[in-house]
């Protein structure tokens, strides 16, 4: 590996970065700079470009009620790159802190992004497509006393996706409707997007 190769992998590794700290920060120009023009985005909430994603983050921020918390946590990404291509698998876990019935609850969700990267003509990299790959997620209670034996029992789960059923019930309480087709781990789904990251170094369009 030659240095240069090292140089652009550290700047992916920056710009992974650089996404989770304007996204939980509402940078949304620095947000916007993760994306190259073209860029789209699948999440559990919109599969859409990028502009679209980054306006309504700032809407749903924007309801964020008073003593609620949100934090992207990054692992250290596996990067890849051939010339002005990267393709990037990043581990991930949402933090989440809202409360029901006035009760604190946590929400974790755990989640890898498959990144395919363009340098662009300024020489900064951006991310082309960003697709996250759900594993799990749970719901707890922050503090168990004084708890009503009740107060989960009308949580209905039905129709949504095993790896992502408390993020997306979490999400209809919002008023967001959560999607029913996103890529779960070990799916064919996610070996399509391996497929996808090799063809993508090899110059292919996808």
Not at 54 to 75: C, I, N
Not at 95 to 122: M, N, P, Y
Not at 139 to 155: C, E, G
């Amino acid at each position: 590996m030659d240095d240069v190769s090292v140089i652009d992998e550290m700047k992916v590794w920056r710009l992974i970065n650089a996404w989770g700290y304007a996204r939980d920060n509402s940078e949304w120009g620095m947000l916007a700079d993760c994306f190259c023009r073209d860029a789209t985005i699948n999440i559990s909430w919109i599969h859409a470009p990028a502009t679209e994603f980054v306006a309504r983050s700032k809407e749903m921020t924007a309801k964020r009620k008073p003593g609620t918390h949100l934090k992207h946590v990054f692992a250290s990404p596996l990067v890849r790159v051939e010339a002005n291509r990267a393709f990037s698998v990043c581990h991930c876990s949402l933090e989440s802190r809202d409360e029901i019935d006035g009760h604190a609850v946590d929400l974790q969700v755990w989640f890898r992004f498959f990144d395919l990267l363009r340098k662009e003509g300024d020489g900064n990299w951006r991310a082309y497509r960003r697709t996250a790959v759900y594993e799990k997620d749970r719901i707890d209670l922050v503090d168990p006393r004084d708890i009503r034996a009740d107060l989960f029992t009308n949580m209905d789960l039905s129709g949504f996706v095993p790896t992502t059923q408390y993020l997306s019930w979490y999400l209809v309480r919002m008023g967001f409707k959560p999607r029913t087709d996103i890529v779960s781990v070990y799916s064919e789904d996610e070996k399509r997007l391996k497929r996808e990251g090799d063809a993508w170094l090899r110059g292919e369009d996808v």
